[in-house]
């Protein structure tokens, strides 16, 4: 019984291997045929590398469905990367419209079809230029009192780089970064995508255009404007509205700004009146803008009309003898004059009462080299110090020696 139970076993590994064998065989060498289709295999279009061409075809895609038929195993190993196609190029070296063969490879013993036999193709010579970026307003919302900065908008990028067909490029005279603007009330940042424009302003789309840049960012100033009154203010602080009447010509001005450079701003101010070197009753002053701001009334200067009350003018005469002296040196010189006059303004009582002794004068010849005129400064003493001024500068003539 036990030798039957092993030739059973034997009988039935022994069957097993033989039909092992016989499959093996029947898809190794009579392998029934199969069929398959590989999508879109890129067609590659072989150039000619002197002839400096480039392909521009429109919107066509370059790709062909392959059906391969063979053995079952073979298809089954098939890869996509196992099939190939090629459209020669590389007899073509003027530019024009072609119709190209497509060739298909496929694996030795497969047979194929494909269901495109040629392609269409441009053929131009690539350029490459550099054309400039020209800022477009096409639509904004602004509310009243508010202004676009058209000619101060700022692009980060002026200038790109287009490469493409010849003859497309060479039609572009420019590009154009449109925007549109939303209700605004403040300076903005915008980001857009170059369009090409030929001479005529007209757009110029092809897709075989490849640009340096993809996208450009533009500031775009939003200006504000206000009507604000023209202040002056004094140098020393000698001048009140006790002692003068100030009045300014043109009272007020129309200025513009962005709206974080203005939005603070509520007058101009012109440069303060130095009281000391003031005796006429009109000045002109240059209005000047703070940075940022514009003058919309292109209105350069200021007419000020001063006049005075509850002062007066008074001359008196300062001899040298009573002059300060700043000689650190110890530098023998003389003056050629005995004395200066003095010129002061103040309150009437003031001035009234007011003499050389309340009125100092300084020289300092540190410096002293040789024959010279000296500045003199002046210095009035108290009780009249805050009350009374010296008008203009003062100088005397000083010569070396005793």
């Known amino acids: 019984m036990k030798k039957n139970k092993m030739n059973e076993i034997l009988t039935i590994v022994l069957s097993i291997v033989v039909a092992f064998i016989i499959w093996f065989y029947i898809m190794s060498v009579e392998s ?31 790709f062909v469905d ?34 190209l063969d497509v060739i298909v490879k496929v694996p030795y013993g497969l047979k194929h079809e494909q269901s495109v036999s040629s392609i269409n193709v441009v053929l131009d010579i690539s350029e490459s230029r550099v054309i400039r970026i020209k800022p477009v307003i096409t639509e ?18 002026t200038e790109m780089t287009i490469t493409g067909p010849k003859a497309i490029i060479d039609s572009i005279d420019y590009a154009v970064i449109n925007l549109k603007l939303s209700k605004i009330v403040s300076s903005l940042t ?3 995508t170059p369009e090409y424009v030929d001479k005529d302003g007209k757009k110029v789309t092809n897709p075989y255009i490849t640009p340096s840049i993809t996208t450009v960012i533009a500031d775009v100033p939003i200006y504000q ?8 203010g004094y140098k020393y602080g000698y001048f009140t509205s006790n002692n003068v009447n100030i009045s300014i010509e043109p009272q007020n001005i129309r200025i513009k700004g962005e709206v974080k ?39 350069a200067m200021a007419e000020i ?39 002061l303004r103040g309150d009437f ?54």
Do not use: C
């Not at 404007?225 to 002056?232: D, N």
């Open 225 to 232: 404007f206000k009507t604000v009154p023209i202040e002056v």
């Open 66 to 99: 392959v059906t391969v038929q063979g053995k079952r195993n073979e298809i089954n190993a098939l890869k996509n990367s196992d099939i190939s196609a090629i459209a020669d190029a590389t007899n073509i070296t003027k530019a024009d419209r072609y119709s």
């Open 349 to 402: 009582q003031s001035i009234n009462y007011i003499t050389s002794s309340n009125v100092k004068a300084i020289v300092d010849v540190t410096n002293l080299s040789g024959a010279a005129s000296i500045p003199v400064s002046i210095e009035i003493l108290e009780p009249y110090a805050k009350t009374v001024y010296e008008l203009s500068d003062y100088k005397i003539s000083v010569e070396l020696g005793d």
């Open 261 to 299: 450079d203005i939005r603070n701003i509520d007058k101009i101010w012109l440069t303060p009146i130095d009281e000391k070197k003031t005796e006429g009753n009109k000045l002109s002053e240059l209005i000047n803008m703070p940075e940022g701001i514009f003058n919309v009334d292109n209105i």
């Open 305 to 343: 009309n001063i006049t005075y009350k509850n002062t007066d003018t008074k001359e008196i005469v300062i001899y040298t003898d009573n002059f300060e002296i700043i000689n650190p040196n110890d530098i023998a010189f003389h003056f050629t004059s005995d004395s200066i006059n003095v010129r």
């Open 140 to 157: 904004a919302v602004l509310e009243e009192g508010y202004e676009i900065g058209e000619s101060e908008i700022s692009l980060n990028n």
């Open 32 to 62: 029934p045929s199969e069929t398959r289709t590989i999508p879109a295999v890129p067609i590659v279009i072989q150039m000619n590398e002197n002839a400096a061409l480039g392909v521009y075809s429109g919107n066509n895609s370059f």
């Open 190 to 192: 915008v980001v857009g």
